[in-house]
């Protein structure tokens, strides 16, 4: 079956040509010939000749040769006219100004530099219609010759003036036909030098843009159409849009339709409507796939049949509706209602029932006659149970609970009258609840070096003690001596033998006197050193002498007061004192005359003995026993007694004596305390490795639980001139705080560790025993169960 073409040889619209000539090649061969007349065109006439044969046309050469002649006659007559409107033209054309021809050149030029290598690739292909044409060479030479242009003076044919302004002209409402990348994203191109490629297939290279940021800003304060300009990707080029197109933006933008006389309101066709018509809009007969189940969605609803069965896809239940309801805060303002239901608080349950519940309770469930009349007799609200129980053969043999209502209404009441609360759980950081404390250097002077060693006892050394002047240190062993150290030397200067285990030894704290109180057994004694000046020395004697006849007054009580003879005098023991059962600790209160002795034992109320020595009086403070003492120390300013038990320290006022507070450590059991100079903050030392600070004006708990110590502390002590405090455990250690305390009230101390002590060796699980300070530097002395007394400064 032969294939028809239309090919179009040329279509050359010329200035001087007012008809032309189209002949159209390969019609099919049944259609005669035609000649074509558009309106928009008077002078053209289209010759629309069938396809014929080369026999054919030799046959009819004859007849078209003629019609050619009488062609050419006609076109002679009309190119005398057209000559004379041609010079016209011309001559309007010579006198055009030179700036208009240099503009014409200017913007060929950019066009040729924005757009290399746009060509029109249309128009004529003479070459090749001579070869198909074969026999018709003559003719197509008459042809060229008639509709051959004259070149104008600019050297250029119609023709070409036709190819440079094709695209110029381009009306088509369709994307930039000069770039062939199609719809994609232009940033492809940001890295190469070209933006695309034409129809021709070479690249179009991008403008040249080196616009900076001031010259774009420049270029918007001068230039009076950059609020209309835009940037085309497409083909790298800045675009001017005209009033149209912004009046068409401007109408997008508000929601308006782009077309201006579009008429939104035009009545509707309707195609189908209530009136029979004659004839069908469609006939068509229906398909096959009318008739038939569909497989796409018998595969769609299996799909959904399997995500239900799965459980991925969830039917929605038709809630059933309920009865009314009444709000009960209806009247509530907004607020309130919105707190009301953001801290909302389920009810509690009400208990499940018991076996005391039951139709057929256990025998030890059901009451005696003794039991249900002392339930008659009690209060409705002070019963644990609000009904009898009985006892019933069957579950059909239970009557109707008569209090049910009654019941129903006190839970109904229990649930919207019971206050409730919620304590929200707060979400702070970790590491901001560590306090930020000051950097130790900050903080000195502090012990931190180990300096002198104290060598001489053979056994434990329980206790220490520094004289107010802080030269001498005495110290008790269980080797049954007592040794006077110089401190500055190390040196022993003399040693004393009380012929017992040294349990705690003390140096009177009033700088006048020099005094040391020793406990051994059962027994206090009383020393008198003679390591001070001769005036200091005589008032120890006076102090000692007491009063004449107090002493067999004092022999008829528990505690027995005796002076020493022959060689304890010599030695240097002045008084002592019989207690009735071992002395754990002997303290003196700040003025040096009143003395305190520590007895534990849980069966007896005699565990405490306060003694006045000028007089030689004793006392026991306490008439009933309240747990086991421990330790106990004097207020250095008001007068108050510290009495530190195993589990609270008890503060008594001596004047009105009555317990004024009670603190309680959070520790086991307490093994040591210590009381600020100042007298408002107390530290205890406990066996379960807890050092407790208690400030007296803040609470009756600890302000501060330290933990520092691997094992049970045995002695803490407060620096009576520095804001420092130690503790000495068993671990071997000895820890030095900053405890800084302050004159404002609303201000809390400062508590830093700042050193880490270690020297004594463990010996039977026994480390560092006793710890107290200097009087007047910072330095800090030690006693351990290695037999040594080591001094840190």
Not at 370 to 392: G, I, M, Y
Not at 654 to 666: G, I, R, S
């Amino acid at each position: 079956m032969p294939r028809h073409v239309l090919c179009c040889d040329r279509l050359l619209p010329l200035p001087d040509v007012t008809s032309f000539t189209l002949r159209c090649r390969a019609p099919p061969a049944n259609l005669p010939d035609v000649t074509y007349e558009p309106a928009n065109l008077p002078d053209a006439t289209y010759d629309a000749r069938p396809w014929s044969s080369p026999r054919a046309v030799m046959e009819k050469s004859s007849t078209r040769t003629e019609e050619m002649e009488n062609v050419q006659k006609t076109e002679k007559k009309k190119r005398s006219k057209e000559e004379e409107e041609e010079e016209e033209e011309v001559f309007n054309l010579n006198n055009k100004t030179p700036g208009d021809e240099g503009d014409d050149e200017d913007l060929s030029d950019s066009e040729d530099s924005v757009f290399s290598g746009l060509e029109d690739s249309g128009s004529g292909s003479e070459d090749e219609e001579e070869e198909e044409e074969g026999s018709h060479e003559e003719e197509d030479l008459k042809d060229d010759q008639i509709l051959q242009p004259e070149k104008k003076k600019g050297g250029l044919t119609a023709e070409e003036e036709k190819k440079e302004d094709e695209y110029r002209q381009d009306s088509s409402d369709e994307e930039d036909i000069r770039n062939t990348v199609g719809n994609i994203p232009m940033d492809w191109y940001k890295d190469f030098p070209h933006i695309g490629y034409n129809l021709d297939g070479k690249k179009i290279f991008k403008p040249i843009r080196n616009k900076d940021e001031l010259d774009e800003f420049l270029d918007k304060m001068d230039n009076p159409d950059y609020w209309r300009t835009i940037h085309d990707k497409q083909t790298g080029s800045d675009i001017i849009l005209s009033d149209d197109q912004v009046a068409l933006v401007n109408r997008l933008q508000r929601g308006q339709f782009g077309d201006l006389h579009f008429n939104e309101y035009q009545p509707q066709v309707e195609f189908f409507s209530s009136d029979v018509m004659l004839h069908p809009v469609t006939n068509r007969p229906a398909d096959k796939r009318s008739f038939i189940p569909s497989l796409v969605e018998k595969e769609k609803v299996s799909k959904l049949v399997h995500a239900i069965k799965m459980g991925w896809i969830k039917p929605k239940r038709h809630e059933e509706p309920g009865g009314r309801f009444y709000d009960l805060w209806a009247n509530e303002d907004c607020t309130t209602s919105l707190a009301r239901l953001k801290m909302h608080l389920p009810a509690p349950r009400a208990p499940l029932p018991g076996h005391m519940e039951s139709y057929n309770p256990p025998p030890e469930y059901l009451f005696t006659e003794e039991e249900k009349a002392l339930w008659e007799q009690q209060d409705v609200s002070d019963r644990k149970c609000p009904f009898v129980p009985r006892r019933f053969s069957s579950l059909l043999q239970v009557p109707a609970f008569p209090r049910f209502l009654h019941e129903r209404f006190e839970r109904c009441l229990d649930l919207y009258l019971c206050p409730r609360q919620r304590k929200l759980r707060v979400n702070v950081n970790p590491e901001d609840l560590i306090p930020k404390l000051p950097k130790p250097k900050d903080l000195q002077p502090f012990p931190t070096t180990q300096s002198l060693v104290y060598r001489g006892h053979n056994g434990l050394v329980r206790s220490i003690s520094v004289s107010p002047s802080g030269q001498w240190l005495a110290s008790g062993s269980d080797d049954g001596s007592v040794r006077f150290w110089e401190v500055c030397s190390s040196r022993c200067l003399k040693t004393v033998q009380v012929g017992g285990a040294v349990k705690s030894v003390a140096w009177n704290p009033n700088a006048s006197l020099s005094l040391l109180a020793v406990a051994l057994d059962s027994m206090v004694l009383v020393l008198s050193p003679s390591l001070a000046d001769k005036q200091v020395v005589s008032a120890s004697e006076r102090l000692l002498a007491g009063p004449q006849g107090a002493e067999p007054a004092e022999e008829a009580g528990p505690v027995t007061w005796t002076d020493t003879e022959g060689e304890e005098l010599n030695q240097g023991i002045r008084l002592k004192i019989q207690h009735p059962k071992p002395v754990q600790q002997v303290a003196w209160h700040a003025k040096g005359d009143y003395l305190a002795s520590v007895m534990p034992d849980h069966s007896s109320h005699l565990q405490v003995f306060i003694h006045q020595v000028s007089r030689r009086r004793s006392q026991n403070p306490f008439r009933k026993n309240k747990g086991l003492v421990q330790c106990v120390s004097f207020h250095p300013v008001r007068p108050y007694f510290f009495v530190a038990t195993q589990r609270s320290v008890r503060i008594y006022n001596l004047v009105k004596q009555e317990m004024t507070k009670k603190l309680q450590a959070n520790s086991k059991w307490i093994s040591s305390m210590a009381v600020h100079p100042g007298g408002d903050h107390v530290i205890c030392g406990s066996y379960d490795c807890r050092l407790s600070w208690f400030d007296l004006d803040l609470s009756t708990k600890p302000y501060k639980m330290l933990r520092h110590h691997k094992k049970a502390v045995r002695g803490v002590a407060y620096h009576r001139l520095y804001p420092l405090f130690a503790s000495a455990s068993d671990d071997g250690s000895v820890i030095v705080c900053h405890g800084t305390v302050y004159n404002d009230l609303l201000q809390n101390p400062l508590l830093v560790p700042v050193k880490v002590l270690r020297g004594h060796v463990i010996t039977h699980d026994l480390g560092v025993l006793d710890v107290t300070f200097h009087p007047s530097q910072p330095w800090v002395f030690s006693s351990g169960a290695d037999a040594t007394i080591r001094l840190f400064t």
